[in-house]
């Protein structure tokens, strides 16, 4: 069972470059999230979605976008990469509001 | 606005030493759902346990125990005899019901150290 598959796990990007951290997840589930970690202070909500075609901005959502075009994928782009957003990136789906959620195994970023 | 406190950072004991995580809570909603998470060293998320605020029953699954208590906003977890695979980062974390919208809100995470 796949579950949530986030990718890449690793990346390094210089200050200004763009990508797009990918999030899919095979439960049909209609709430998906994009959450950072940085160390010492928890996971902070970036973006989440209640279903294909509606996000919403969580707690620290500057600096990032996201899109859910199907309910299977939920990927967060990030535009003009800053050393800010150096954290670990963890991307969660539940099946409906305030069930446990799944989350993927992460992907770790690097702004340099 | 729904917030989780995890007063506790760090916490170490040696093997076989019970330890209690301390979660406290605000919500203004009547419906809510608290959750504990544990972040092993590997790094991913695994689900402990959810609980309803209408269900303040106690929950015992093997050396794990949780203590949800509405009257002070508090869900404790208790670890019995710890083991050093305990060793992780533990996060309780808050899901209000109310609203066209879920969010699941974290505290800061506890990371327990079990020593052999």
């Known amino acids: 069972n796949a579950g949530v598959t986030q990718t890449p796990k690793f990346r390094i990007l210089k200050i200004g470059q763009s990508m797009t951290l990918q999030c899919t997840q095979d439960?049909?589930?209609?709430?998906m999230y994009w959450y950072r970690q940085d160390p010492g202070m928890g996971l902070k909500l970036i973006y989440y979605s209640v279903g294909a075609g509606i996000t919403d901005k969580g707690e620290v959502p500057n600096g990032y976008n996201v899109s859910r075009s199907t309910t299977e994928d939920f990927p967060l782009r990030l535009e003009l990469a800053a050393p800010s957003q150096t954290s670990v990136y963890f991307c969660?789906?539940?099946?409906?509001?305030?069930?446990?959620?799944?989350f993927g195994q992460g992907t770790r970023l690097t702004v340099v | 606005a729904q917030k989780v406190t995890q007063a506790q950072t760090e916490i170490s004991v040696v093997e076989k030493e019970d330890v209690t995580l301390d979660c406290v809570y605000e919500?203004?909603?009547?419906?809510?759902?608290l959750f504990w998470y544990k972040q092993p060293p590997s790094g991913e998320l695994v689900f402990l346990i959810r609980r309803n605020s209408f269900d303040e029953q106690n929950e015992i699954s093997g050396r794990y125990s949780w203590n949800f208590q509405k009257s002070t906003s508090s869900f404790n977890f208790t670890i019995t005899a710890s083991q050093v695979v305990d060793s992780a980062v533990y996060f309780c974390?808050?899901?209000?019901?109310?609203?066209?919208?879920?969010?699941?809100?974290f505290g800061k995470g506890i990371t327990l150290s079990v020593r052999p």
């Open positions: 919500t203004r909603d009547t419906t809510y759902y």
């Open positions: 969660a789906s539940s099946s409906e509001r305030a069930t446990e959620a799944f």
């Open positions: 439960m049909n589930h209609n709430y």
């Open positions: 974390a808050l899901s209000e019901r109310s609203g066209a919208n879920s969010k699941l809100t």
